[in-house]
């Protein structure tokens, strides 16, 4: 007779548990206005890396308002902050908000290539989308464990300057992370997939080249040019390319190259990138790069020192709570589109160029699977020191890539809102299951230590320099 009581036991103390996980899903569905209000105005300041201090304080303001205890400006950032939520000894769970955007993807919302004449950056990356799911979902958690007296610790990570500044190096380098047990994030994308996935390692420096200036004509042999040295170099690298590992990957731009023909630029500078799945791989090849800097100033008569801006360790995946996560998101589901959202989409369509991807996959979750991107994320030195968990919501048109005026298009529109209330309810129902299941939690770690491996130490690609403040500023000299 045992287990029949046990099982009603058990039905009657999960009924209200229920209960409670679907008011926070209703918290989330009744913050919907708030939410998009807060998104689209951070889609509209549109500010760069270390630079979003109207969106960060929004950020700040939502969760103060809610109870969380604030603190701004940690780690030398002016604009990261954490926002904490605790009720007596639990579990501590940690959920991360993006908010910056990337310089020279003004768009407005309209679905055709169109410059915002107020904005000279753009969300192309949808963080706008990022910070406000990932407070809202903080707040949902933080109702729910208030209205069940569930112990321990919600707190949302404010992590600026994801796109090339690493923010969360430094918070992890701070110590930010250290008394948490779970750590979540997600993406905005044209798809909703929960992957076992890696990023590639990447490595940032700014390469500064310094020459003689003289008049190009009059006296050219009395200068000495610094874009010489940056296109010396530019050669040299691309050379390089050939003889680099597999997968590896290397860009660059010339964000310095002089001003005027007539003039020898007696300054100029190049903003290098290199990536691969392994970052002792990143780290050996940069060594390469910086060779070729030197060669090239050697042979044109000119100087070169370079700046680490940024590095980010390649993302370390964690099955188990991928697994969780995955089922968490099939829960919710995918986009689904209103006859306005078909007609917004299928004007961007036709501008995507080849795409394997058709409209109803904006419904659709993915499978589970094992997977690498090209792309790189801070997140990575997050998810070696804490076990890490994330997944996208299908906020743009299938078939957009990051990065594109398509993709700021549909993030200032319906569609974007639609997957961030989405990721909202992933984030949330997540962290509200891991609070309950410390079994949960112990194999996410178990897991995590075996993939680290023993005697790991975390390392830095970015050694001890601090936030790179001004990388978004017109060059320094
Ligand atoms: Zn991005
Ligand atoms: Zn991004």
């Known amino acids: 007779m045992l287990k029949p009581i046990l099982a009603a036991a058990l039905l009657v103390s999960t009924a209200p548990a229920a209960a409670q996980t679907n008011a926070a899903l209703a918290r989330i569905d009744a913050d919907r206005a708030a939410n998009e209000a807060a998104a689209k105005a951070i889609w509209g300041f549109a500010e760069v890396g ?9 950020l700040q303001k939502r969760l103060k308002d ?36 990337l310089p020279g993807l003004s768009q407005t919302a309209d679905p055709a290539k169109t410059v915002r004449a107020d904005a000279a950056a753009g969300h192309g990356c949808g963080h706008h989308l990022f910070g406000v799911a990932s407070a809202s979902a903080a707040i949902a958690v933080k109702d729910w464990m208030k209205a069940t007296g569930t112990k321990g610790t919600i707190r949302f990570y404010g992590t600026p300057a994801e796109e090339g500044g690493a923010g969360k190096v430094y918070m992890v380098r701070e110590g930010l992370f250290n008394d948490v047990d779970i750590a979540l994030h997600w993406h905005p994308a044209a798809e909703n997939s929960a992957d076992i996935a890696t990023t590639n390692s990447n490595k940032s ?22 874009l010489d040295g940056v296109e010396a170099m530019n050669m040299m690298a691309n050379m390089m390319h050939e003889h680099m590992p597999e997968q590896s990957r290397m860009h660059y731009v010339i964000t310095a190259g002089g001003n005027a023909p007539n003039v020898v630029p007696d300054f100029a500078e190049s903003f290098y990138y290199v990536r691969n799945p392994d970052a002792e791989v990143v780290r050996e090849t940069f060594e390469r790069l910086v060779k070729t800097a030197e060669g090239a100033a050697l042979g044109t008569g000119t100087t070169v020192d370079y700046e680490v801006i940024h590095g980010a360790l390649p993302l370390l995946p964690n099955r188990t709570l991928q ?60 998810s070696w020191t804490v076990p890490t ?33 989405n990721a909202a309810k992933v984030l949330a129902l997540t962290a509200i299951d891991l609070l309950q299941t410390p079994e949960l939690i112990a194999a996410a770690k178990a897991e995590f230590e075996a993939r680290r491996g023993p005697g790991f130490t975390y390392r830095s690609l970015v050694g001890d320099r601090t936030p790179p403040l001004d990388y978004r500023n017109a060059p320094a000299r």
């Open 323 to 382: 697994t969780l996560v995955h089922a968490k998101l099939s829960e919710v589901g995918g986009v689904l589109y209103t006859a306005e959202d078909t007609a917004f989409a299928q004007k961007i369509i036709p501008t995507l160029g080849q795409t394997k991807a058709t409209l109803s996959d904006a419904a659709l979750v993915k499978p589970i699977a094992e997977s690498h991107g090209a792309g790189s994320t801070d997140v990575g030195d997050v």
């Open 50 to 58: 270390y630079q979003e201090a109207r969106s960060s304080a929004l």
């Open 205 to 226: 420096a700014k390469f500064r080249f310094r020459g003689i200036s003289a008049h190009a004509a009059g006296a050219p042999e009395r200068g000495r040019s610094a």
């Open 66 to 101: 809610a109870g969380f205890e604030v603190k701004a400006g940690v780690a030398s950032a002016p604009t990261a902050f954490t926002a904490t939520w605790a009720s007596g000894t639990g579990p501590v769970i940690g959920i991360m908000g993006e908010y910056d955007a």
């Open 389 to 421: 968990a994330g997944f996208s919501t299908a906020t743009w048109v299938p078939g957009t890539a990051a990065h594109s005026w398509q993709a700021v298009a549909a993030g200032g529109n319906a569609i974007g809102m639609k997957g961030m209330q």
